[in-house]
């Protein structure tokens, strides 16, 4: 009931064969994502000659953790790209690591999220180049990546995403050639963003990507995220460390099934989701509008797997702009060189960090103090995007508040991180967890069309659902190989 559907409709296939050989195009395996060092020599010669933001199909074997941190050429290596920050910066005793989106094409971690949901279909021909446009509903980051992966592939992108997202969003959309459609208001507006995803459904050359649904979003993290943090934990831990916890803010919650992975790997591991304070529909079926970018809200996303999740921890959005200010600004730059002593590279790397990236740290010093995490834990998030995204955000808290000075920076850090409580969180119990699962009906079975019977299997059939769909993975790569083989483009390189 909860696995991808991969029948082939072979003259979909068929078409989508013949525009991989008119565009070069091959396709990564979820293999080749965990361990990029298996690419095709072929493959990695030629990306030396490529930028990272190119629209080139060579930038789908850039669709991994393992990047290497430049913005041309460059290649793989064998540890994610990571920060982990210090003590001096969080005040808490424990290690805090997060894994970084910034180099993946786009920008974006997300980039990856739309592969997952968009290969299935693509190398099964159930998506056809020829008749269909691919539709990405989005909060803001996962419409962009479904973009440039639709441009990568041949296909025409649709993006939907909310009219108050940043100016950049917009701008990089409408220069890739996406189709661009703004809905009525922030992050939290999930339901118009729905509504005007159903009102393209009655037209059958639209094919909806919803990342909130789609369950080739979890099975990509699942696979290649939760591989990457435990790369990154075995490659940092120091003896008698221990892998304590892993937080991530709810957008779509595909980010969620990477702790899935965790959890299987580090039994003791606690999993916590984030969400924002001005909107806290986890932690007391609330609603709201708010300014963490990335993230949306007043629904529970059908591919958070609810029953795994152990902790709900609501940040205040201001914490995240003031914070973001604090770490973009030359004033807040040298309050952390001068006063915390921080290196040159790590304030460079905290640039790294946008608006949800500190959301989610925010949610690993708060976990870390609930806990009484010390110094031989280590708790691990990621960092969607950077704020590269956020500069007229950045323009626009100047705007609001008055030029920046190291007073204001000293305030913003003890404020807005050093002092945070271990209010507006919750440990989550069985039935506590079972209350949240019970909201997906409102959205998912009274407005979206989902059955009774399949919420129900995402409760008490999760062999039959989340594991069958991370096991996938296997079976999808070899579609993808069969169709690298018919297209033949692999092997005339």
């Given at each position: 009931?909860?696995?991808?559907?991969?029948?082939?409709?072979?003259?979909?296939?068929?078409?989508?064969?013949?525009?991989?050989?008119?565009?070069?195009?091959?396709?990564?395996?979820?293999?080749?994502?965990?361990?990029?060092?298996?690419?095709?020599?072929?493959?990695?010669?030629?990306?030396?000659?490529?930028?990272?933001?190119?629209?080139?199909?060579?930038?789908?074997?850039?669709?991994?953790?393992?990047?290497?941190?430049?913005?041309?050429?460059?290649?793989?290596?064998?540890?994610?790209?990571?920060?982990?920050?210090?003590?001096?910066?969080?005040?808490?005793?424990?290690?805090?690591?997060?894994?970084?989106?910034?180099?993946?094409?786009?920008?974006?971690?997300?980039?990856?999220?739309?592969?997952?949901?968009?290969?299935?279909?693509?190398?099964?021909?159930?998506?056809?180049?020829?008749?269909?446009?691919?539709?990405?509903?989005?909060?803001?980051?996962?419409?962009?990546?479904?973009?440039?992966?639709?441009?990568?592939?041949?296909?025409?992108?649709?993006?939907?995403?909310?009219?108050?997202?940043?100016?950049?969003?917009?701008?990089?959309?409408?220069?890739?050639?996406?189709?661009?459609?703004?809905?009525?208001?922030?992050?939290?507006?999930?339901?118009?963003?729905?509504?005007?995803?159903?009102?393209?459904?009655?037209?059958?050359?639209?094919?909806?990507?919803?990342?909130?649904?789609?369950?080739?979003?979890?099975?990509?993290?699942?696979?290649?995220?939760?591989?990457?943090?435990?790369?990154?934990?075995?490659?940092?831990?120091?003896?008698?460390?221990?892998?304590?916890?892993?937080?991530?803010?709810?957008?779509?919650?595909?980010?969620?099934?990477?702790?899935?992975?965790?959890?299987?790997?580090?039994?003791?591991?606690?999993?916590?989701?984030?969400?924002?304070?001005?909107?806290?529909?986890?932690?007391?079926?609330?609603?709201?509008?708010?300014?963490?970018?990335?993230?949306?809200?007043?629904?529970?996303?059908?591919?958070?797997?609810?029953?795994?999740?152990?902790?709900?921890?609501?940040?205040?959005?201001?914490?995240?702009?003031?914070?973001?200010?604090?770490?973009?600004?030359?004033?807040?730059?040298?309050?952390?060189?001068?006063?915390?002593?921080?290196?040159?590279?790590?304030?460079?790397?905290?640039?790294?960090?946008?608006?949800?990236?500190?959301?989610?740290?925010?949610?690993?010093?708060?976990?870390?103090?609930?806990?009484?995490?010390?110094?031989?834990?280590?708790?691990?998030?990621?960092?969607?995007?950077?704020?590269?995204?956020?500069?007229?955000?950045?323009?626009?808290?100047?705007?609001?508040?008055?030029?920046?000075?190291?007073?204001?920076?000293?305030?913003?850090?003890?404020?807005?991180?050093?002092?945070?409580?271990?209010?507006?969180?919750?440990?989550?119990?069985?039935?506590?967890?079972?209350?949240v699962h019970n909201l997906k009906y409102y959205t998912w079975v009274?407005?979206?069309?989902?059955?009774?019977?399949?919420?129900?299997?995402?409760?008490?059939?999760?062999?039959?659902?989340?594991?069958?769909?991370?096991?996938?993975?296997?079976?999808?790569?070899?579609?993808?190989?069969?169709?690298?083989?018919?297209?033949?483009?692999?092997?005339?390189?």
């Amino acid at each position: 009931m909860g696995a991808i559907s991969l029948a082939v409709n072979k003259e979909g296939l068929q078409h989508n064969i013949k525009k991989a050989k008119e565009n070069h195009i091959i396709i990564p395996t979820i293999a080749q994502m965990q361990h990029p060092e298996t690419i095709p020599e072929k493959i990695q010669a030629s990306l030396k000659g490529v930028g990272l933001w190119d629209v080139n199909p060579l930038n789908l074997f850039r669709i991994t953790w393992k990047n290497e941190a430049k913005e041309s050429g460059g290649l793989y290596q064998a540890v994610p790209n990571y920060i982990e920050l210090p003590s001096e910066l969080t005040g808490v005793p424990c290690r805090i690591v997060a894994m970084v989106g910034k180099w993946f094409p786009t920008g974006c971690h997300k980039v990856g999220a739309s592969f997952g949901c968009l290969a299935p279909r693509l190398v099964t021909g159930q998506f056809d180049v020829e008749k269909h446009k691919a539709v990405w509903p989005s909060t803001g980051n996962y419409c962009r990546g479904g973009a440039f992966n639709s441009r990568l592939l041949g296909a025409q992108g649709v993006a939907i995403l909310p009219a108050e997202m940043s100016q950049e969003r917009f701008d990089w959309l409408h220069e890739i050639g996406a189709e661009v459609i703004a809905t009525p208001g922030c992050e939290s507006n999930v339901k118009e963003i729905f509504d005007k995803t159903n009102e393209l459904k009655r037209d059958p050359q639209y094919m909806i990507f919803n990342q909130f649904e789609e369950m080739g979003n979890p099975l990509w993290h699942y696979n290649v995220t939760g591989t990457a943090l435990a790369d990154v934990f075995e490659a940092v831990k120091h003896p008698g460390d221990q892998f304590a916890g892993a937080c991530f803010t709810s957008g779509s919650a595909g980010t969620m099934s990477a702790g899935d992975l965790l959890k299987e790997r580090y039994p003791r591991l606690k999993l916590a989701v984030g969400e924002a304070l001005q909107c806290p529909t986890i932690l007391d079926n609330g609603f709201g509008g708010h300014r963490i970018e990335g993230i949306g809200d007043k629904h529970i996303p059908w591919i958070h797997n609810v029953k795994n999740t152990d902790m709900a921890i609501d940040i205040d959005d201001e914490d995240s702009q003031r914070l973001l200010r604090l770490f973009n600004t030359p004033e807040g730059q040298m309050y952390l060189r001068e006063e915390l002593k921080l290196s040159d590279e790590l304030i460079e790397k905290l640039t790294w960090l946008g608006i949800s990236g500190i959301a989610n740290v925010l949610c690993c010093i708060k976990m870390a103090k609930y806990y009484e995490f010390t110094a031989h834990d280590v708790v691990a998030t990621v960092l969607t995007d950077s704020a590269v995204m956020y500069g007229s955000r950045i323009a626009e808290l100047n705007d609001l508040h008055g030029a920046y000075n190291a007073r204001e920076a000293a305030l913003d850090h003890a404020v807005h991180m050093l002092t945070l409580k271990t209010d507006n969180m919750m440990e989550m119990g069985y039935a506590e967890r079972k209350r949240v699962h019970n909201l997906k009906y409102y959205t998912w079975v009274e407005q979206q069309g989902k059955t009774v019977e399949e919420l129900n299997a995402l409760w008490y059939d999760v062999a039959g659902t989340w594991d069958t769909v991370h096991a996938q993975a296997k079976e999808l790569d070899e579609l993808i190989n069969e169709f690298n083989e018919e297209a033949g483009v692999l092997k005339a390189l």
